[in-house]
């Protein structure tokens, strides 16, 4: 667990995958955040409008250790990155 704590990145990029792709990589993600006990994360999906956003926030409300997820704010990405807290 020390080791997966010392590489754990707070973001993740899901930019460019196919839905299927990134709901897959956004479940061990949020996985591995909650293992290692991360209080917050960024996820960057690109467009605020896109497919995928909607995708993974579908999925974000169905987890019970997430406490909220929002846009980020405008000057670090807006509607296109996704920040969650656990």
């Known amino acids: ?4 704590k010392l590489n754990f ?7 460019g995958m ?3 792709e990134a709901i897959n990589a956004v479940t061990y993600f949020i ?4 293992l290692v006990g991360m209080a ?3 996820i960057l999906h690109g467009k605020g409008n896109g497919i995928l956003r909607q995708l993974i926030r ?5 987890i019970p250790n997430v406490t909220s997820y929002q846009d980020e704010h405008v000057q670090f990405g807006g ?6 807290d656990l």
Request: net charge negative.
């Open 31 to 34: 996985d591995d955040a909650i």
């Open 1 to 4: 667990i020390d080791e997966k």
């Open 9 to 15: 990145k707070q973001d993740l990029d899901v930019r």
């Open 40 to 42: 917050r994360v960024r």
């Open 79 to 84: 509607s296109g990155i996704t920040v969650v």
């Open 18 to 20: 196919r839905g299927d």
């Open 58 to 62: 579908q999925y974000l409300a169905t």
